[in-house]
C-alpha cells in the first residue's frame, strides 16, 4: 500500500548511544519532515526537506541530523541519544514544494517510539 | 507568529450525543486550518481543513468544523459520537506568509472519550 513507512517502531537505547529512524515514502512526495510528539505540547517540528538535497531546521532541531538523499527516503539520525529524546517520533510527507506553505495535506506515518535509559 | 489553542485537554461524551472540540488560533496572515485525529498507536489522519473557501468544512465520519475571523476560532463538531471516535484530536494552523509561511503549528491536543 502507497504511504509512508516508518522503522523501527519501537526502540530503546541507552544515553549516548547512536541509531537512526527510517523513512520511507513512495507518492513521489517532495516534502518530508520529521515530529516529535511529548504528552500535552502536540507535535513539534524537528527538520524537513522540499526536495531531494535540500535540509532544513524546525522548531526543536538539536540533537538531530537528517539527510535527504533520494525523493523516497528522509532518516532521522540521533548522534548521541539523552533521556529527553524519550518521545514518540512521526515522518509526513506532502505532495510537492506547496507543502511547505501548509496549504497540503500531511500523510503521516504509523510513529516510532523512542525510549531513552 | 501564529499559535493554536485547543481549549479542553479532554472530552467526555456518551454515545449518541453531540461532540464539540474547540480550537482557538492566532495568524499575522490569512490561515490555513486544519483537523486531525489519532487513534491509539496510530498516525495522524485528516479529518478536515479550510483554506479560505466555505466557512463550514465537512469532513470525513460526519466531522464538520466553522471557521470564524471575528472569533478567531476553528471548532470541531459532530452531530452524535460513535465509540469510534474515541481519539486524540490535533487543532493546526499554517500561515500564509510572514516569518511562519508554511510552518504547521499544532494544539496541545484533545482527547475524546466516549461513554456506551
Known amino acids: 500500500n502507497a504511504g509512508v513507512t516508518q522503522t523501527p517502531k519501537f526502540q530503546v537505547l541507552k544515553t549516548g548511544q547512536s541509531m537512526t529512524l527510517q523513512c520511507a515514502q513512495d507518492m513521489n512526495h517532495e516534502y518530508m519532515s520529521w515530529y516529535r510528539q511529548d504528552p500535552g505540547m502536540g507535535l513539534r517540528l524537528i527538520h524537513y526537506?522540499?526536495?531531494?538535497?535540500?535540509?532544513d531546521q524546525g522548531e526543536v532541531p538539536n540533537g538531530y541530523n537528517v539527510s535527504r538523499s533520494t525523493t523516497e527516503d528522509f532518516p532521522l539520525r540521533l548522534l548521541s541519544a539523552a533521556p529527553s529524546q524519550t518521545s514518540v517520533y512521526f515522518c509526513?510527507?506532502?505532495?510537492?514544494?506547496?507543502?511547505?506553505?501548509?496549504?497540503?495535506?500531511?500523510?503521516f506515518g504509523a510513529g516510532s517510539r523512542l525510549t531513552v535509559l | 507568529a501564529q499559535s493554536v489553542t485547543q481549549l479542553d485537554s479532554h472530552v467526555s461524551v456518551s454515545e449518541g450525543t453531540p461532540v464539540l472540540l474547540r480550537c482557538n488560533y492566532s495568524?499575522?496572515?490569512?490561515?490555513?486550518l486544519f483537523w486531525y485525529v489519532q487513534h491509539p498507536n496510530k498516525g495522524l489522519q485528516l479529518l478536515l481543513k479550510?483554506?479560505?473557501?466555505?466557512?463550514l468544512v465537512k469532513g470525513i465520519n460526519g466531522f464538520e468544523a466553522e471557521f470564524k475571523k471575528s472569533e478567531t476560532s476553528f471548532h470541531l463538531t459532530k452531530p452524535s459520537a460513535h465509540m469510534s471516535d474515541a481519539a486524540e484530536y490535533f487543532c493546526?494552523?499554517?500561515?500564509?506568509?510572514?516569518?511562519?509561511?508554511?510552518?504547521?503549528?499544532f494544539g496541545q491536543g484533545t482527547i475524546l472519550t466516549v461513554h456506551p
Open positions: 509526513a510527507s506532502s505532495p510537492d514544494r506547496n507543502g511547505f506553505s501548509g496549504a497540503n495535506v500531511l500523510t
Open positions: 495568524s499575522s496572515y490569512s490561515p490555513s
Open positions: 479550510y483554506t479560505s473557501a466555505a466557512t
Open positions: 493546526v494552523v499554517s500561515a500564509a506568509g510572514g516569518t511562519s509561511y508554511g510552518k504547521l503549528t
Open positions: 526537506s522540499v526536495g531531494a538535497g535540500i535540509t
